[in-house]
C-alpha cells in the first residue's frame, strides 16, 4: 500500500512538471509518459507505454536507436547520458520537431531504466532562423544602400570603357572612310589594332559590372573555402570605384602564409568594404594618407585582418557606443555599417573591435578562427 502510494506521488510529480519526461527499460520500452509528453508529441499514455520508444523518432535515429542501446548495454559507454543536446522528434501527426533531450539512468531501481526529459524547442529554432534571415536582409539591403551611395563612382566606372569604345570605333569608321587606295594594304591591321582595343574596353565595363552584380545579388549565406589574403585584394578592387581611394593608396601587409577559411566570402568582403569606406571617410582632410590592411596569425592561431587609418580617430565617448545600430556622426550617414559588420564577424565565430592608432587615426581589426572546421593553411597549422 506504502509502496502504491509512493508511486502515485511520483506519477502525479511527473504530470505536474513542465519538461516532458519518458521513462524506457533496457530495451528501450516505454514505461512511463507523462503529461507534457503528450502535449508535446499528441499520443495519449496509454497509446505508448509498452511500445517502443524508437516511435518517437524520425528515420535514421529511428532504426538506429535499438542498436545503440544495445551497443551500450554491452559496453556501458553512453554516448548521451548526462549530456543535454538537440535532435529530433517524431510526433503522433507526423510533424518532426527539434527537442532538447537529457537521459539519465535511474539508480535503485529494481531493474535498468533510463529517464528523458525532453524540451520542445522549435520556438528557439525557428528564432534563430529568423534572427538569421533577418541578418541576411539586413546585410543585402545594406549593401544595396552602399552601392546606391557610390553610384556617381559606379557610373564613371563603367563610362570610361564606354567612352573609350566610342573613341576607337569612331576611329575605324575614319580609317576606312578616310583610307586612301595606295594605303589600303596597311587598313587590316590598323583595325584589327582598334577592334582589339574596343574589345579590351568592353571586357573592362563587364567586368566592373560583374563585381558590382557579384557583391549586390541577394544570396543566401553559403561558406566555402576562401583565401582571406586574395579577398582582401579583390575587396579593394570593388573599393577603387570610389574614387576618393585611388588619391589615398592602400599598403597591405599581408602574412605569408594565408589561410584558406570556411567562409561566406561575401559577407567577409561586405566588412573590408565597410571599414576600407569608413577609413576613406575619416581621411577627407588626409588626401594622400595611405590606408593599411594587414593581416596576420594571432598566437591562439585566429587569423587577424585590421585596417588602419590616420583620420580623425573616435572620440573616446562614442567608443563605446560606435558598433550599435544607428550611431552615426555623419550627415548622411545609416550608421548601420559597423552594426552589419559585427554580427556578420560574430556569427562566423569572430571578433571585430576598435582600437585607437596612436599615431592619429584608427584601427578596426577583426579575427576569424582559424580551427580545422573553419580553415585550411598551406602547412595544416
Ligand atoms: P556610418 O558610416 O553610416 O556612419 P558605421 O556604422 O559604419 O555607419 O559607422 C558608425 C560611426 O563610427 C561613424 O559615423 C563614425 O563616427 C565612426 N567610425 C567608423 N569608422 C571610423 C573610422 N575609421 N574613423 C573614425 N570614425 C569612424
New binding site residues.
Given amino acids: 500500500m506504502k509502496n502504491n502510494d509512493a508511486s502515485e506521488r511520483l506519477t502525479a510529480l511527473l504530470d505536474a512538471a513542465v519538461d516532458a519526461m519518458i521513462i524506457i527499460d533496457h530495451r528501450g520500452i516505454i514505461e512511463l509518459f507523462n503529461t507534457a509528453a503528450e502535449r508535446i508529441f499528441g499520443y495519449l499514455s496509454d497509446e505508448v507505454v509498452g511500445q517502443n520508444i524508437s516511435m518517437l523518432m524520425p528515420s535514421p535515429y529511428r532504426q538506429e536507436h535499438d542498436s545503440y542501446l544495445h551497443n551500450f548495454m554491452q559496453t556501458n559507454q553512453p554516448r548521451i547520458i548526462g549530456i543535454g543536446r538537440e535532435v529530433k522528434a517524431l510526433k503522433k501527426d507526423g510533424e518532426v520537431i527539434p527537442i532538447d533531450l537529457s537521459v539519465g539512468e535511474v539508480k535503485n531501481s529494481s531493474h535498468r531504466q533510463f529517464v528523458g526529459i525532453i524540451r520542445d524547442i522549435s520556438e528557439q529554432v525557428q528564432a534563430r532562423k529568423d534572427t538569421i534571415e533577418i541578418r541576411e536582409r539586413l546585410a543585402h539591403v545594406s549593401r544595396l544602400n552602399t552601392m546606391g551611395e557610390m553610384a556617381a563612382g559606379i557610373a564613371h566606372e563603367v563610362n570610361q570603357p564606354l567612352t573609350a569604345v566610342a573613341v576607337y570605333a569612331q576611329a575605324c569608321s575614319r580609317m576606312i572612310t578616310n583610307c586612301k587606295p595606295e594605303e589600303a594594304h596597311l587598313l587590316n591591321d590598323k583595325l584589327l589594332n582598334s577592334l582589339e582595343k574596343i574589345n579590351a574596353q568592353a571586357l573592362r565595363a563587364g567586368d566592373v559590372i560583374m563585381r558590382l552584380r557579384g557583391y549586390v545579388k541577394k544570396h543566401t549565406a553559403s561558406r566555402e573555402l576562401t583565401d582571406i589574403n586574395q579577398l582582401v585584394k579583390d575587396t579593394i578592387n570593388l573599393a577603387q570605384i570610389d574614387t576618393r581611394l585611388l588619391d589615398h593608396g592602400i599598403t597591405l601587409e599581408l602574412t605569408d602564409n594565408p589561410p584558406q577559411l570556411m567562409i561566406d566570402a561575401v559577407q567577409i568582403q561586405q566588412v573590408l568594404f ?2 576600407i ?3 576613406i ?2 581621411m577627407q582632410d588626409k588626401p594622400n594618407e595611405a590606408i593599411t590592411i594587414r593581416s596576420r596569425w594571432t598566437e591562439k592561431k585566429l587569423i587577424e585582418v585590421s585596417v588602419v ?1 590616420t ?4 572620440d573616446e565617448e ?1 567608443r563605446a557606443t ?1 558598433f550599435n545600430p544607428f ?4 550627415e548622411s ?7 552589419i559588420s559585427q554580427s556578420i564577424i560574430q556569427s562566423h565565430g569572430g571578433h571585430l573591435w576598435y582600437q585607437n592608432n596612436h599615431s592619429n ?2 584601427i ?1 581589426l577583426f579575427t576569424l578562427p582559424s580551427n580545422n572546421d573553419l580553415a585550411i593553411t598551406n602547412d595544416g597549422q
Avoid at 550611431?327 to 555623419?330: E, I, N, P, S
Fill in positions: 565597410n571599414l569606406r569608413n577609413a571617410d575619416s587609418d583620420g580623425t580617430g573616435v562614442n560606435l550611431f552615426t556622426t555623419k550617414g545609416m550608421g548601420m555599417g559597423l552594426a587615426g584608427s578596426f
